[in-house]
T-cell receptor, first 112, second 113 residues
């Protein structure tokens, strides 16, 4: 089967660092994506990993371990505007088609 | 500018009524997807299509129907069989190749009167 788990909520302080974890189980793994979503809006793309290791993009970094079915999103120098939901998504390939499976999302609250 | 357009932004459905949500893209993408999002939840896949005239059921297809007669368009019909249709509906597309991310429309909020 397919399953993606991430924490429901996290709280952190402005200027701090926060790590949001994601574990997954899929039969046809073909990449892992992180999206940010503000309430009532569409998700926006943050990062993509398909090989093991760390991808860094400004204040955001994402890590992948395919053998462990594990990823994390690292947010540095937190700002109030980072308060949002963060969605982990796996691209799965099977029966000749690709589909993107999302976790339930992690609501991050950044406190002053 | 290329992108995905969803309409309407807000939609109200009466009991026993079918409603259709529009999704149009001018990105020349082959693959298109429909997701449903309930408050405080993640995205659940309803239907997806890799090419014109072909589509597959996602995890929660019951009570929904789609068509893919044109590459640019992937409308979603919420039928009267869907007893709990109130949700935020998101349409997305991708090139269907390599490491392509999903591009999302701005969403349609469907509510029941």
């Amino acid at each position: 089967g397919q399953n993606i788990d991430q924490p429901t909520e996290m709280t952190a302080t402005e200027g701090a660092i926060v790590q949001i974890n994601c574990t997954y189980q899929t039969s046809g793994f073909n990449g892992l994506f992180w999206y940010q979503q503000h309430a009532g809006e569409a998700p926006t793309f943050l990062s993509y990993n398909v090989l093991d290791g760390l991808e860094e993009k400004g204040r955001f970094s994402s890590f992948l371990s395919r053998s462990k079915g594990y990823s994390y999103l690292l947010l540095k120098e937190l700002q109030m505007k980072d308060s949002a939901s963060y969605l982990c998504a796996v691209r799965d390939y099977g029966s000749g088609t690709y589909k993107y499976i999302f976790g339930t999302g992690t609501r991050l609250k950044v406190l002053a | 500018d290329g992108g995905i357009t969803q309409s309407p932004k807000y939609l109200f459905r009466k009991e026993g009524q079918n409603v259709t949500l529009s999704c149009e893209q001018n990105l020349n993408h082959d693959a298109m997807y429909w997701y449903r999002q309930d408050p405080g939840q993640g995205l659940r896949l309803i239907y997806y299509s890799q090419i014109v005239n072909d589509f597959q059921k996602g995890d929660i297809a019951e009570g929904y129907s789609v068509s893919r007669e044109k590459k640019e368009s992937f409308p979603l019909t919420v039928t009267s069989a869907q007893k709990n249709p109130t949700a935020f509906y998101l349409c997305a597309s991708s090139s269907g190749q390599g490491n392509e991310k999903l591009f999302f429309g701005s969403g349609t909020q469907l509510s029941v009167l």
